[in-house]
Protein backbone atom coordinates (compact mmCIF):
# COMPACT_ATOMS: atom_id res chain seq x y z
CA UNK A 1 0.00 0.00 0.00
CA UNK A 2 1.42 2.97 -0.88
CA UNK A 3 1.46 6.57 0.54
CA UNK A 4 -1.32 8.21 -1.45
CA UNK A 5 -3.51 5.30 -0.98
CA UNK A 6 -2.82 5.01 2.94
CA UNK A 7 -3.89 8.52 3.54
CA UNK A 8 -7.34 8.36 1.10
CA UNK A 9 -7.99 5.26 3.42
CA UNK A 10 -7.36 6.81 6.36
CA UNK A 11 -9.47 9.83 5.56
CA UNK A 12 -12.63 7.69 4.74
CA UNK A 13 -13.04 7.56 8.27
CA UNK A 14 -13.46 11.00 8.45
CA UNK A 15 -16.85 13.35 7.57
CA UNK A 16 -15.54 15.38 4.80
CA UNK A 17 -13.95 18.32 6.27
CA UNK A 18 -15.86 21.83 6.15
CA UNK A 19 -13.06 24.06 5.09
CA UNK A 20 -12.77 25.84 1.62
CA UNK A 21 -9.58 23.85 0.84
CA UNK A 22 -9.62 20.09 2.52
CA UNK A 23 -7.25 17.00 2.56
CA UNK A 24 -5.06 17.05 -0.52
CA UNK A 25 -3.48 20.39 -1.33
CA UNK A 26 0.01 21.90 -0.28
CA UNK A 27 -2.40 23.32 2.42
CA UNK A 28 -5.50 23.43 3.63
CA UNK A 29 -7.70 26.68 3.51
CA UNK A 30 -10.36 27.52 6.31
CA UNK A 31 -11.43 30.93 6.84
CA UNK A 32 -11.85 31.81 10.45
CA UNK A 33 -14.92 34.13 11.97
CA UNK A 34 -15.19 37.21 12.30
CA UNK A 35 -14.04 39.11 15.83
CA UNK A 36 -12.55 35.57 17.05
CA UNK A 37 -9.09 34.50 18.35
CA UNK A 38 -7.71 31.51 17.03
CA UNK A 39 -6.08 29.04 19.66
CA UNK A 40 -3.55 26.82 18.27
CA UNK A 41 -2.06 23.70 19.97
CA UNK A 42 0.47 21.51 19.12
CA UNK A 43 0.75 17.81 20.85
CA UNK A 44 2.67 14.19 19.46
CA UNK A 45 1.78 10.76 20.63
CA UNK A 46 4.40 8.62 20.72
CA UNK A 47 5.22 5.00 21.00
CA UNK A 48 7.30 4.08 24.28
CA UNK A 49 6.72 7.18 25.81
CA UNK A 50 2.56 7.45 25.78
CA UNK A 51 1.51 4.67 25.18
CA UNK A 52 2.95 0.85 24.36
CA UNK A 53 1.49 -1.78 21.78
CA UNK A 54 -0.32 -4.21 22.51
CA UNK A 55 -1.65 -2.75 25.49
CA UNK A 56 -3.23 0.48 23.40
CA UNK A 57 -5.33 -0.88 20.43
CA UNK A 58 -5.07 1.50 17.55
CA UNK A 59 -8.28 3.06 18.20
CA UNK A 60 -7.17 3.94 21.85
CA UNK A 61 -3.76 5.72 19.74
CA UNK A 62 -6.20 7.77 17.88
CA UNK A 63 -8.49 8.42 20.51
CA UNK A 64 -5.71 9.56 23.41
CA UNK A 65 -3.73 11.69 20.62
CA UNK A 66 -6.82 13.80 19.36
CA UNK A 67 -8.25 14.09 23.25
CA UNK A 68 -4.61 15.61 24.64
CA UNK A 69 -4.94 18.20 21.70
CA UNK A 70 -8.63 18.79 22.56
CA UNK A 71 -7.50 18.80 26.21
CA UNK A 72 -5.72 21.98 25.31
CA UNK A 73 -8.27 23.74 23.70
CA UNK A 74 -10.61 22.94 26.58
CA UNK A 75 -8.18 24.57 28.87
CA UNK A 76 -8.19 27.91 26.61
CA UNK A 77 -12.19 27.84 26.95
CA UNK A 78 -12.01 27.35 23.06
CA UNK A 79 -14.61 25.68 20.55
CA UNK A 80 -12.59 23.47 18.43
CA UNK A 81 -13.00 24.62 14.37
CA UNK A 82 -9.90 22.18 12.70
CA UNK A 83 -7.44 19.45 13.08
CA UNK A 84 -3.83 18.47 10.79
CA UNK A 85 -3.07 14.64 11.69
CA UNK A 86 1.31 14.52 11.09
CA UNK A 87 1.33 10.53 11.15
CA UNK A 88 4.65 9.02 11.61
CA UNK A 89 4.17 4.80 10.72
CA UNK A 90 6.84 2.27 10.89
CA UNK A 91 6.27 0.00 7.42
CA UNK A 92 4.64 -2.53 9.19
CA UNK A 93 1.93 -0.97 10.43
CA UNK A 94 -1.45 -2.68 8.18
CA UNK A 95 -4.21 -0.99 6.65
CA UNK A 96 -6.41 -2.47 9.56
CA UNK A 97 -4.12 -0.73 12.33
CA UNK A 98 -4.57 2.02 10.45
CA UNK A 99 -8.01 1.98 9.98
CA UNK A 100 -8.07 1.29 13.94
CA UNK A 101 -6.47 4.91 14.15
CA UNK A 102 -8.49 6.62 11.68
CA UNK A 103 -11.61 4.98 13.47
CA UNK A 104 -10.55 5.68 17.32
CA UNK A 105 -9.68 10.00 16.01
CA UNK A 106 -12.84 10.15 13.77
CA UNK A 107 -15.33 8.80 16.46
CA UNK A 108 -13.92 11.30 19.19
CA UNK A 109 -13.21 14.37 16.74
CA UNK A 110 -17.10 13.47 15.32
CA UNK A 111 -18.16 14.41 18.91
CA UNK A 112 -16.48 17.05 19.30
CA UNK A 113 -17.58 18.34 15.70
CA UNK A 114 -14.03 18.66 14.73
CA UNK A 115 -13.18 18.06 11.11
CA UNK A 116 -9.75 17.29 9.54
CA UNK A 117 -8.76 19.62 6.84
CA UNK A 118 -5.27 18.35 6.48
CA UNK A 119 -1.96 16.41 7.77
CA UNK A 120 1.30 14.51 6.86
CA UNK A 121 2.16 10.61 6.23
CA UNK A 122 5.88 9.91 7.08
CA UNK A 123 8.31 6.33 7.26
CA UNK A 124 9.47 6.41 10.35
CA UNK A 125 10.95 3.54 12.16
CA UNK A 126 8.30 4.56 15.64
CA UNK A 127 4.86 4.93 15.69
CA UNK A 128 3.98 8.51 16.51
CA UNK A 129 1.09 10.76 16.11
CA UNK A 130 1.26 14.83 16.19
CA UNK A 131 -1.69 16.68 15.82
CA UNK A 132 -2.00 20.41 15.53
CA UNK A 133 -5.97 21.91 16.64
CA UNK A 134 -7.23 25.14 16.23
CA UNK A 135 -9.82 26.32 17.85
CA UNK A 136 -11.75 29.39 18.16
CA UNK A 137 -12.38 31.96 21.70
CA UNK A 138 -14.44 35.32 21.42
CA UNK A 139 -11.71 38.22 20.82
CA UNK A 140 -9.51 38.56 23.51
CA UNK A 141 -11.65 35.65 25.04
CA UNK A 142 -8.88 33.14 25.83
CA UNK A 143 -8.59 31.47 29.30
CA UNK A 144 -5.16 30.94 30.04
CA UNK A 145 -3.10 30.24 32.53
CA UNK A 146 -2.20 33.40 33.60
CA UNK A 147 -4.99 35.37 35.05
CA UNK A 148 -5.24 33.89 38.52
CA UNK A 149 -5.38 36.03 41.62
CA UNK A 150 -4.47 35.53 45.15
CA UNK A 151 -7.96 34.36 46.80
CA UNK A 152 -9.23 32.72 43.66
CA UNK A 153 -10.57 29.74 44.13
CA UNK A 154 -9.25 26.33 42.85
CA UNK A 155 -11.49 23.81 41.39
CA UNK A 156 -10.89 20.60 39.37
CA UNK A 157 -12.73 18.56 37.30
CA UNK A 158 -13.52 14.77 37.66
CA UNK A 159 -11.41 12.45 39.84
CA UNK A 160 -7.14 12.61 39.96
CA UNK A 161 -4.88 10.21 39.52
CA UNK A 162 -6.89 7.06 37.80
CA UNK A 163 -4.89 7.73 34.41
CA UNK A 164 -1.68 6.93 36.08
CA UNK A 165 -3.53 3.75 37.85
CA UNK A 166 -4.29 2.75 34.82
CA UNK A 167 -1.14 3.00 33.09
CA UNK A 168 0.60 0.96 36.13
CA UNK A 169 -2.30 -1.42 35.95
CA UNK A 170 -0.80 -1.66 32.37
CA UNK A 171 2.56 -1.63 32.96
CA UNK A 172 1.76 -4.92 34.85
CA UNK A 173 -0.33 -6.81 32.90
CA UNK A 174 -0.70 -5.34 29.32
CA UNK A 175 -4.40 -7.16 29.47
CA UNK A 176 -5.53 -5.37 32.14
CA UNK A 177 -9.38 -3.86 31.97
CA UNK A 178 -11.15 -1.47 34.04
CA UNK A 179 -12.45 1.42 35.09
CA UNK A 180 -8.74 3.36 35.51
CA UNK A 181 -7.06 1.36 32.22
CA UNK A 182 -10.46 3.21 30.29
CA UNK A 183 -9.02 6.76 31.84
CA UNK A 184 -5.62 6.08 30.85
CA UNK A 185 -6.18 5.14 26.86
CA UNK A 186 -9.67 6.80 26.46
CA UNK A 187 -9.23 10.34 28.25
CA UNK A 188 -12.63 12.21 27.86
CA UNK A 189 -11.17 16.44 27.35
CA UNK A 190 -13.21 18.41 29.15
CA UNK A 191 -14.57 20.91 26.09
CA UNK A 192 -18.16 21.56 27.54
CA UNK A 193 -16.20 23.26 30.95
CA UNK A 194 -14.27 25.13 29.49
CA UNK A 195 -16.65 26.65 27.71
CA UNK A 196 -18.62 27.30 30.50
CA UNK A 197 -15.80 28.38 32.73
CA UNK A 198 -14.86 31.14 30.43
CA UNK A 199 -17.95 33.01 32.31
CA UNK A 200 -16.26 32.34 35.35
CA UNK A 201 -12.29 31.64 35.34
CA UNK A 202 -9.55 34.07 35.72
CA UNK A 203 -7.19 31.18 34.55
CA UNK A 204 -6.98 27.58 33.47
CA UNK A 205 -4.63 24.46 32.64
CA UNK A 206 -5.40 21.25 31.58
CA UNK A 207 -3.51 18.00 33.97
CA UNK A 208 -1.47 16.70 31.09
CA UNK A 209 1.53 16.53 34.05
CA UNK A 210 0.03 16.08 37.22
CA UNK A 211 -1.72 18.80 39.19
CA UNK A 212 1.23 19.37 41.41
CA UNK A 213 3.73 20.17 38.27
CA UNK A 214 -0.03 22.05 35.95
CA UNK A 215 -0.62 23.94 39.47
CA UNK A 216 2.52 25.11 39.57
CA UNK A 217 2.55 26.07 35.66
CA UNK A 218 -0.59 28.21 36.18
CA UNK A 219 0.93 29.84 39.43
CA UNK A 220 4.49 30.61 37.67
CA UNK A 221 2.34 32.34 34.43
CA UNK A 222 -0.49 34.45 37.22
CA UNK A 223 2.65 35.49 39.57
CA UNK A 224 0.87 33.56 42.50
CA UNK A 225 1.29 31.05 44.97
CA UNK A 226 -1.45 27.93 45.97
CA UNK A 227 -2.91 25.96 48.67
CA UNK A 228 -3.85 22.91 48.18
CA UNK A 229 -6.17 20.53 50.59
CA UNK A 230 -4.97 16.90 49.82
CA UNK A 231 -8.15 15.66 51.43
CA UNK A 232 -10.25 17.35 49.16
CA UNK A 233 -8.68 15.81 45.81
CA UNK A 234 -11.65 14.39 44.09
CA UNK A 235 -11.02 10.42 43.92
CA UNK A 236 -12.33 7.42 42.43
CA UNK A 237 -13.10 4.36 43.83
CA UNK A 238 -10.55 2.25 42.10
CA UNK A 239 -7.34 5.08 43.21
CA UNK A 240 -9.15 4.87 46.83
CA UNK A 241 -9.09 1.29 46.80
CA UNK A 242 -5.63 0.68 44.90
CA UNK A 243 -3.49 3.58 46.80
CA UNK A 244 -5.18 3.30 50.51
CA UNK A 245 -4.07 6.40 52.26
CA UNK A 246 -1.13 7.25 49.85
CA UNK A 247 -4.71 8.28 47.24
CA UNK A 248 -4.22 11.56 47.56
CA UNK A 249 -0.10 12.41 46.90
CA UNK A 250 -1.01 9.71 43.89
CA UNK A 251 -3.36 11.53 42.46
CA UNK A 252 -1.95 14.97 42.89
CA UNK A 253 1.34 13.26 40.86
CA UNK A 254 -0.30 11.58 38.26
CA UNK A 255 -0.44 12.52 34.65
CA UNK A 256 -2.41 12.58 32.13
CA UNK A 257 -5.94 12.68 33.48
CA UNK A 258 -6.90 15.79 31.13
CA UNK A 259 -8.96 17.28 33.73
CA UNK A 260 -9.34 20.96 34.13
CA UNK A 261 -7.86 23.05 36.30
CA UNK A 262 -9.52 26.21 37.02
CA UNK A 263 -9.27 29.52 39.02
CA UNK A 264 -12.87 31.27 40.08
CA UNK A 265 -12.53 34.37 42.24
CA UNK A 266 -14.88 33.70 45.27
CA UNK A 267 -17.83 36.23 44.33
CA UNK A 268 -18.39 33.91 41.25
CA UNK A 269 -17.95 30.55 42.86
CA UNK A 270 -21.49 29.58 44.03
CA UNK A 271 -22.69 31.02 40.37
CA UNK A 272 -19.70 29.01 38.69
CA UNK A 273 -20.82 25.75 41.14
CA UNK A 274 -24.25 26.41 39.90
CA UNK A 275 -24.04 26.49 36.32
CA UNK A 276 -21.33 23.40 36.75
CA UNK A 277 -24.32 21.15 38.34
CA UNK A 278 -27.24 22.18 35.75
CA UNK A 279 -24.28 21.36 33.20
CA UNK A 280 -23.59 18.05 34.52
CA UNK A 281 -19.91 18.97 35.02
CA UNK A 282 -18.56 17.69 38.32
CA UNK A 283 -15.92 20.01 39.91
CA UNK A 284 -14.55 20.13 43.53
CA UNK A 285 -12.57 22.88 45.28
CA UNK A 286 -9.36 21.31 46.03
CA UNK A 287 -7.81 24.92 47.49
CA UNK A 288 -6.84 28.62 46.80
CA UNK A 289 -3.98 30.51 45.21
CA UNK A 290 -2.30 32.61 47.56
CA UNK A 291 0.13 35.94 47.49
CA UNK A 292 3.81 35.24 47.51
CA UNK A 293 5.50 32.18 45.04
CA UNK A 294 5.22 28.77 47.51
CA UNK A 295 2.47 26.29 46.37
CA UNK A 296 2.03 24.09 49.30
CA UNK A 297 0.05 20.87 50.27
CA UNK A 298 -1.66 20.34 53.21
CA UNK A 299 -1.71 16.83 54.88
CA UNK A 300 -4.77 15.50 57.24
CA UNK A 301 -3.35 16.95 59.59
CA UNK A 302 -3.27 20.72 58.07
CA UNK A 303 0.35 20.84 58.14
CA UNK A 304 2.58 21.19 54.47
CA UNK A 305 3.76 18.26 53.39
CA UNK A 306 6.62 17.99 50.56
CA UNK A 307 5.51 18.93 47.26
CA UNK A 308 4.41 15.60 45.09
CA UNK A 309 6.19 15.32 41.61
CA UNK A 310 5.00 15.27 38.36
CA UNK A 311 6.10 14.37 34.71
CA UNK A 312 9.05 15.01 32.64
CA UNK A 313 10.27 14.23 29.49
CA UNK A 314 13.43 14.53 30.22
CA UNK A 315 13.46 13.22 33.71
CA UNK A 316 16.23 11.51 35.63
CA UNK A 317 14.07 8.25 35.36
CA UNK A 318 13.18 9.47 31.54
CA UNK A 319 9.66 8.22 32.54
CA UNK A 320 8.06 9.95 35.71
CA UNK A 321 10.06 12.25 38.06
CA UNK A 322 8.29 10.79 41.77
CA UNK A 323 9.85 13.22 43.99
CA UNK A 324 10.33 11.54 47.59
CA UNK A 325 6.79 12.23 49.27
CA UNK A 326 5.50 12.57 53.01
CA UNK A 327 2.81 10.47 52.26
CA UNK A 328 4.57 7.57 51.08
CA UNK B 1 18.45 19.93 30.73
CA UNK B 2 14.35 18.64 31.52
CA UNK B 3 11.60 19.20 29.33
CA UNK B 4 11.15 23.08 30.31
CA UNK B 5 14.69 24.47 30.10
CA UNK B 6 14.99 22.79 26.55
CA UNK B 7 11.61 24.25 25.85
CA UNK B 8 12.75 28.10 27.08
CA UNK B 9 16.95 27.36 25.93
CA UNK B 10 15.12 26.62 22.54
CA UNK B 11 12.29 29.31 22.15
CA UNK B 12 15.54 31.92 22.91
CA UNK B 13 16.84 31.65 19.39
CA UNK B 14 13.27 32.87 18.17
CA UNK B 15 12.37 36.64 18.25
CA UNK B 16 9.48 36.83 20.49
CA UNK B 17 6.53 35.85 18.88
CA UNK B 18 3.80 38.35 17.87
CA UNK B 19 0.98 36.62 19.45
CA UNK B 20 -1.71 36.98 21.98
CA UNK B 21 -0.31 34.07 23.78
CA UNK B 22 2.52 33.12 23.00
CA UNK B 23 4.63 29.75 23.41
CA UNK B 24 4.14 28.47 27.38
CA UNK B 25 0.37 27.95 27.33
CA UNK B 26 -2.19 25.61 26.79
CA UNK B 27 -2.31 27.06 23.13
CA UNK B 28 -0.87 30.13 21.47
CA UNK B 29 -4.05 32.54 20.64
CA UNK B 30 -3.35 34.50 17.13
CA UNK B 31 -5.65 37.42 15.76
CA UNK B 32 -6.69 36.17 12.20
CA UNK B 33 -7.08 39.64 10.02
CA UNK B 34 -10.29 40.33 8.66
CA UNK B 35 -11.12 39.45 5.34
CA UNK B 36 -8.34 36.89 5.06
CA UNK B 37 -8.14 33.38 4.31
CA UNK B 38 -5.96 30.64 5.95
CA UNK B 39 -3.77 27.97 4.72
CA UNK B 40 -2.86 25.38 7.18
CA UNK B 41 0.35 22.76 6.36
CA UNK B 42 2.29 20.27 8.57
CA UNK B 43 4.76 18.24 7.33
CA UNK B 44 7.29 16.03 9.38
CA UNK B 45 11.35 15.84 8.96
CA UNK B 46 12.24 11.81 10.12
CA UNK B 47 15.44 10.95 11.25
CA UNK B 48 16.73 8.02 8.01
CA UNK B 49 13.90 9.34 6.09
CA UNK B 50 14.17 13.23 5.12
CA UNK B 51 17.83 13.31 6.84
CA UNK B 52 20.74 11.31 8.48
CA UNK B 53 23.74 12.00 10.85
CA UNK B 54 26.53 12.99 10.54
CA UNK B 55 25.56 14.80 6.91
CA UNK B 56 23.51 16.63 7.91
CA UNK B 57 24.40 19.06 11.27
CA UNK B 58 21.66 19.84 13.32
CA UNK B 59 21.36 23.46 11.68
CA UNK B 60 20.57 21.94 8.26
CA UNK B 61 17.75 19.64 9.82
CA UNK B 62 16.23 22.79 11.33
CA UNK B 63 16.11 24.87 8.01
CA UNK B 64 15.10 21.92 5.71
CA UNK B 65 12.15 21.40 8.25
CA UNK B 66 11.05 24.57 8.20
CA UNK B 67 12.39 25.45 4.49
CA UNK B 68 9.80 22.07 3.28
CA UNK B 69 6.57 23.86 5.09
CA UNK B 70 6.93 27.40 4.00
CA UNK B 71 7.15 25.95 0.41
CA UNK B 72 3.75 24.52 0.84
CA UNK B 73 2.63 28.19 2.06
CA UNK B 74 4.66 29.77 -1.37
CA UNK B 75 2.53 27.31 -3.33
CA UNK B 76 -0.63 28.52 -2.23
CA UNK B 77 0.75 32.17 -2.83
CA UNK B 78 0.26 32.52 1.26
CA UNK B 79 2.34 34.95 3.55
CA UNK B 80 3.55 33.09 6.69
CA UNK B 81 2.07 34.30 10.02
CA UNK B 82 2.34 31.41 12.64
CA UNK B 83 4.64 28.31 13.50
CA UNK B 84 4.34 25.19 16.01
CA UNK B 85 7.02 23.52 16.42
CA UNK B 86 6.91 19.85 17.43
CA UNK B 87 10.49 18.27 18.51
CA UNK B 88 11.02 14.44 19.05
CA UNK B 89 14.08 14.32 20.73
CA UNK B 90 15.79 11.46 21.78
CA UNK B 91 17.73 11.70 25.50
CA UNK B 92 21.29 11.74 23.49
CA UNK B 93 20.63 15.22 21.92
CA UNK B 94 22.46 17.54 23.54
CA UNK B 95 21.87 21.37 24.60
CA UNK B 96 24.79 22.25 21.83
CA UNK B 97 22.71 20.10 19.54
CA UNK B 98 19.23 21.19 20.15
CA UNK B 99 20.80 24.80 19.41
CA UNK B 100 22.03 24.22 16.13
CA UNK B 101 18.81 23.09 15.42
CA UNK B 102 17.19 26.06 16.80
CA UNK B 103 19.33 28.57 14.87
CA UNK B 104 18.93 27.10 12.01
CA UNK B 105 15.10 27.33 12.16
CA UNK B 106 15.36 30.59 13.37
CA UNK B 107 17.34 32.31 10.85
CA UNK B 108 14.49 31.16 7.96
CA UNK B 109 11.65 32.20 10.36
CA UNK B 110 13.22 35.47 10.50
CA UNK B 111 13.77 35.70 6.68
CA UNK B 112 10.13 34.71 6.22
CA UNK B 113 9.26 37.13 8.93
CA UNK B 114 7.40 33.91 10.61
CA UNK B 115 6.95 33.61 14.51
CA UNK B 116 7.05 30.47 16.55
CA UNK B 117 3.99 30.85 19.02
CA UNK B 118 4.01 27.50 19.94
CA UNK B 119 5.07 23.89 20.14
CA UNK B 120 5.75 20.31 21.96
CA UNK B 121 8.91 18.67 22.98
CA UNK B 122 8.75 15.06 23.37
CA UNK B 123 11.20 12.15 24.35
CA UNK B 124 11.33 9.64 21.45
CA UNK B 125 13.69 7.06 19.73
CA UNK B 126 14.37 8.80 16.45
CA UNK B 127 14.92 12.55 16.13
CA UNK B 128 11.71 14.26 13.83
CA UNK B 129 10.86 17.78 13.90
CA UNK B 130 7.05 18.09 13.02
CA UNK B 131 5.83 21.91 11.69
CA UNK B 132 2.57 23.22 11.35
CA UNK B 133 2.32 26.63 9.47
CA UNK B 134 -0.44 29.07 8.83
CA UNK B 135 -0.11 31.58 6.50
CA UNK B 136 -2.75 34.38 5.28
CA UNK B 137 -3.90 35.23 1.72
CA UNK B 138 -7.08 37.14 0.24
CA UNK B 139 -10.47 35.39 0.71
CA UNK B 140 -10.62 33.05 -1.89
CA UNK B 141 -7.34 34.03 -3.17
CA UNK B 142 -5.44 30.82 -1.95
CA UNK B 143 -3.47 29.06 -5.09
CA UNK B 144 -4.58 25.73 -5.24
CA UNK B 145 -3.88 22.59 -7.11
CA UNK B 146 -7.21 22.03 -8.99
CA UNK B 147 -7.25 25.49 -11.00
CA UNK B 148 -5.15 24.55 -14.12
CA UNK B 149 -7.03 24.36 -17.64
CA UNK B 150 -6.10 22.85 -20.79
CA UNK B 151 -3.69 25.02 -22.65
CA UNK B 152 -2.22 26.84 -19.42
CA UNK B 153 1.34 26.83 -19.73
CA UNK B 154 3.62 24.98 -17.54
CA UNK B 155 6.45 27.38 -15.48
CA UNK B 156 9.09 26.24 -12.94
CA UNK B 157 11.86 27.94 -10.86
CA UNK B 158 15.39 27.50 -10.26
CA UNK B 159 16.75 24.19 -11.54
CA UNK B 160 15.49 20.91 -10.46
CA UNK B 161 17.15 17.72 -9.73
CA UNK B 162 19.93 19.02 -7.84
CA UNK B 163 18.46 18.34 -4.46
CA UNK B 164 18.18 14.96 -5.32
CA UNK B 165 22.11 14.70 -6.65
CA UNK B 166 23.12 16.37 -3.53
CA UNK B 167 21.46 13.48 -1.75
CA UNK B 168 23.51 10.66 -4.01
CA UNK B 169 26.25 12.79 -3.24
CA UNK B 170 25.81 12.59 0.80
CA UNK B 171 25.05 8.88 0.70
CA UNK B 172 28.55 8.23 -1.46
CA UNK B 173 30.17 10.44 1.11
CA UNK B 174 28.78 11.70 4.07
CA UNK B 175 31.44 14.84 4.15
CA UNK B 176 30.55 15.50 0.57
CA UNK B 177 29.87 19.65 -0.29
CA UNK B 178 28.93 21.72 -2.90
CA UNK B 179 26.42 23.69 -4.71
CA UNK B 180 23.69 20.13 -5.39
CA UNK B 181 24.96 19.18 -1.60
CA UNK B 182 23.30 22.66 -0.49
CA UNK B 183 20.11 22.31 -2.16
CA UNK B 184 19.77 18.97 -0.66
CA UNK B 185 21.02 20.54 3.19
CA UNK B 186 19.25 24.30 2.89
CA UNK B 187 16.50 24.60 0.51
CA UNK B 188 14.97 27.87 -0.55
CA UNK B 189 11.64 28.19 0.04
CA UNK B 190 10.10 30.26 -2.96
CA UNK B 191 7.89 32.55 -0.60
CA UNK B 192 8.16 35.70 -3.34
CA UNK B 193 7.30 33.59 -6.02
CA UNK B 194 4.37 32.39 -4.57
CA UNK B 195 2.69 35.91 -3.88
CA UNK B 196 3.97 37.21 -7.10
CA UNK B 197 2.33 33.96 -9.37
CA UNK B 198 -1.31 34.79 -7.44
CA UNK B 199 -2.01 37.58 -9.79
CA UNK B 200 -1.35 34.94 -12.92
CA UNK B 201 -1.29 31.35 -12.46
CA UNK B 202 -4.18 29.66 -12.33
CA UNK B 203 -2.63 26.32 -10.11
CA UNK B 204 0.29 25.92 -8.21
CA UNK B 205 2.23 23.03 -6.36
CA UNK B 206 5.48 22.74 -5.06
CA UNK B 207 7.92 20.33 -6.10
CA UNK B 208 8.77 17.67 -2.90
CA UNK B 209 7.93 14.23 -4.32
CA UNK B 210 9.67 15.46 -7.94
CA UNK B 211 8.32 17.25 -10.72
CA UNK B 212 6.91 14.04 -12.48
CA UNK B 213 4.81 12.70 -9.35
CA UNK B 214 3.72 16.32 -8.88
CA UNK B 215 3.02 17.29 -12.22
CA UNK B 216 0.36 14.13 -11.36
CA UNK B 217 -1.25 16.04 -8.29
CA UNK B 218 -1.69 18.82 -10.09
CA UNK B 219 -3.18 17.36 -12.90
CA UNK B 220 -5.34 15.16 -10.92
CA UNK B 221 -6.71 18.09 -8.99
CA UNK B 222 -7.27 19.87 -12.08
CA UNK B 223 -8.83 17.35 -14.07
CA UNK B 224 -6.69 17.73 -16.96
CA UNK B 225 -3.14 16.04 -18.94
CA UNK B 226 -0.03 17.45 -19.30
CA UNK B 227 3.05 17.34 -21.96
CA UNK B 228 6.00 18.45 -20.80
CA UNK B 229 9.36 18.65 -22.59
CA UNK B 230 12.37 16.89 -21.55
CA UNK B 231 14.59 18.95 -22.82
CA UNK B 232 13.58 22.31 -21.75
CA UNK B 233 13.68 21.54 -17.99
CA UNK B 234 16.12 23.78 -16.45
CA UNK B 235 18.71 22.10 -15.02
CA UNK B 236 22.30 23.33 -12.86
CA UNK B 237 25.67 22.97 -14.45
CA UNK B 238 26.05 20.36 -11.48
CA UNK B 239 23.14 18.01 -12.34
CA UNK B 240 24.16 18.45 -15.96
CA UNK B 241 28.01 17.35 -15.56
CA UNK B 242 26.60 14.51 -13.03
CA UNK B 243 24.14 13.24 -15.30
CA UNK B 244 25.45 13.67 -18.66
CA UNK B 245 22.53 12.55 -21.04
CA UNK B 246 20.33 11.32 -18.88
CA UNK B 247 19.95 14.55 -16.86
CA UNK B 248 16.56 15.63 -17.65
CA UNK B 249 14.97 12.34 -16.83
CA UNK B 250 17.04 12.42 -13.57
CA UNK B 251 15.68 16.25 -12.78
CA UNK B 252 12.04 15.72 -13.75
CA UNK B 253 12.24 11.91 -10.99
CA UNK B 254 14.18 13.91 -8.23
CA UNK B 255 12.54 14.95 -5.15
CA UNK B 256 12.98 17.98 -2.52
CA UNK B 257 13.55 20.54 -4.96
CA UNK B 258 11.23 23.15 -3.60
CA UNK B 259 10.67 24.42 -6.45
CA UNK B 260 6.97 25.69 -7.59
CA UNK B 261 5.29 24.48 -10.76
CA UNK B 262 2.64 26.96 -12.06
CA UNK B 263 0.16 26.97 -15.24
CA UNK B 264 -0.32 29.97 -16.34
CA UNK B 265 -3.03 30.86 -19.30
CA UNK B 266 -1.16 31.83 -21.97
CA UNK B 267 -2.62 35.18 -22.16
CA UNK B 268 -1.15 36.25 -19.23
CA UNK B 269 2.43 34.84 -19.78
CA UNK B 270 4.50 37.16 -21.02
CA UNK B 271 3.01 39.80 -18.08
CA UNK B 272 4.23 36.84 -15.83
CA UNK B 273 7.45 36.27 -17.30
CA UNK B 274 8.39 40.12 -17.38
CA UNK B 275 6.99 40.73 -13.25
CA UNK B 276 9.33 37.64 -12.78
CA UNK B 277 12.12 39.16 -14.43
CA UNK B 278 11.64 42.50 -12.42
CA UNK B 279 11.22 40.41 -9.21
CA UNK B 280 14.50 38.58 -9.75
CA UNK B 281 12.27 35.45 -10.08
CA UNK B 282 13.91 32.98 -12.25
CA UNK B 283 11.55 30.86 -14.36
CA UNK B 284 11.03 28.61 -17.33
CA UNK B 285 8.72 27.34 -19.31
CA UNK B 286 8.57 23.51 -19.46
CA UNK B 287 5.27 22.44 -21.31
CA UNK B 288 1.36 22.96 -20.75
CA UNK B 289 -1.50 21.53 -19.74
CA UNK B 290 -3.42 19.53 -21.65
CA UNK B 291 -7.20 18.35 -22.29
CA UNK B 292 -7.95 14.32 -21.23
CA UNK B 293 -5.82 12.56 -18.60
CA UNK B 294 -2.63 11.99 -20.18
CA UNK B 295 0.88 13.31 -18.76
CA UNK B 296 3.56 13.05 -21.62
CA UNK B 297 7.18 13.62 -21.55
CA UNK B 298 8.83 14.25 -24.42
CA UNK B 299 12.46 13.38 -25.23
CA UNK B 300 14.78 15.33 -27.60
CA UNK B 301 13.59 13.55 -30.86
CA UNK B 302 9.96 14.87 -29.69
CA UNK B 303 8.91 11.23 -28.95
CA UNK B 304 7.49 10.23 -25.79
CA UNK B 305 9.00 8.68 -23.09
CA UNK B 306 8.54 6.52 -20.03
CA UNK B 307 7.32 8.73 -17.62
CA UNK B 308 9.52 9.12 -14.69
CA UNK B 309 9.02 7.75 -11.48
CA UNK B 310 8.99 9.81 -7.65
CA UNK B 311 8.93 9.32 -4.55
CA UNK B 312 7.00 7.37 -2.23
CA UNK B 313 7.19 7.21 1.66
CA UNK B 314 5.74 3.89 1.62
CA UNK B 315 7.07 3.05 -2.11
CA UNK B 316 8.64 -0.74 -2.92
CA UNK B 317 12.18 0.31 -2.24
CA UNK B 318 11.40 2.07 1.02
CA UNK B 319 12.53 4.89 -0.15
CA UNK B 320 12.47 5.87 -3.87
CA UNK B 321 10.44 4.31 -6.91
CA UNK B 322 12.75 4.25 -9.87
CA UNK B 323 10.45 3.59 -12.50
CA UNK B 324 12.35 1.87 -15.79
CA UNK B 325 12.55 4.82 -18.16
CA UNK B 326 13.66 5.22 -21.81
CA UNK B 327 16.32 7.30 -21.23
CA UNK B 328 19.00 5.27 -18.87
Redesign the interface.
Known sequence: ????E?ISRFLRHFEKARA??GP?????????R?N?????????L?E???FFRPAFSFEDIGHKALAANL???A??G?RPS?C???L??P?SVTAVQLDGLARGMARLARAAGLPL??????????L?V?L?L??E?R??G?L???GGRPGDLLFVSGTLGDARLGLEQLLADPTAEGAAVRRQKRPAPRLGLGLLARRFATA???LSDGLSQDLGHLCT?SGVGAVVTLGRLPLSRAVKQAKGSAAALFAAEGGEDYELLLAVPPRRASAFVQACGADGQKVAGIGELASGRAIVFEGPDGRPVERPGGF????PS?RRIDRPSGGR
Open positions: MGEFRLVGDDCAVVRPARDLCLTTDAVGVHSDLAMAFLCAQLAVGGNFSRAAESTTGGVRAATRAAIDADHFGG
